[in-house]
């Protein structure tokens, strides 16, 4: 699970570079690593959902992950420019072999604007995610 966390963290950084100092991008990015490992650890105490194998991470104003806000806190950024930068209501799904981002539109029932697949380690279809339909439909 690690390169696919350092694809989804290389992912989110990309959109802070050069509008943030660079070394406090870094340093998000090393604590927010450490979070996301945290809650990928099979013996978690910080993510006790049944559901370990993959990780939904959401960047909604209204609905911020606490280990985004955790990491950014540590490095001293505000969450808020942080969200900022990012597109607004992304959410990054990071699965074994697999990691893809979902921005939806901005109206309340959660339609998909945009959805992509950044690392995809095997021929795996995203047929396994409860979301597939509709993400798939989307996308056609």
């Given at each position: 699970m690690q390169v696919e966390v350092k694809?989804?963290?290389n992912f989110l950084l990309s959109f802070l570079y050069d509008k943030l100092p660079r070394r406090k991008v870094n340093l998000f990015g090393?604590?927010?690593k450490k979070y996301l490992m945290l809650k990928f650890h099979p013996t978690s105490v910080a993510d006790s959902t049944e559901n370990a194998s993959y990780l939904s991470i959401n960047f909604k104003p209204?609905?911020?992950e606490p280990c985004i806000q955790?990491?950014?806190k540590d490095c001293v950024l505000d969450v808020q420019?942080?969200?900022?930068?990012l597109p607004s209501r992304l959410r990054l799904?990071?699965?074994p072999s697999l990691v893809y981002y979902v921005i939806y539109t901005d109206s309340s029932n959660n339609e998909i604007q945009e959805m992509k697949i950044i690392y995809n380690?095997?021929?795996s279809s995203l047929?396994?995610?409860s979301d597939s339909a509709s993400l798939q439909s989307k996308n056609n």
């Amino acid at each position: 699970m690690q390169v696919e966390v350092k694809v989804a963290l290389n992912f989110l950084l990309s959109f802070l570079y050069d509008k943030l100092p660079r070394r406090k991008v870094n340093l998000f990015g090393d604590e927010l690593k450490k979070y996301l490992m945290l809650k990928f650890h099979p013996t978690s105490v910080a993510d006790s959902t049944e559901n370990a194998s993959y990780l939904s991470i959401n960047f909604k104003p209204c609905d911020i992950e606490p280990c985004i806000q955790i990491a950014a806190k540590d490095c001293v950024l505000d969450v808020q420019e942080i969200l900022e930068y990012l597109p607004s209501r992304l959410r990054l799904f990071v699965k074994p072999s697999l990691v893809y981002y979902v921005i939806y539109t901005d109206s309340s029932n959660n339609e998909i604007q945009e959805m992509k697949i950044i690392y995809n380690d095997t021929n795996s279809s995203l047929t396994s995610h409860s979301d597939s339909a509709s993400l798939q439909s989307k996308n056609n």
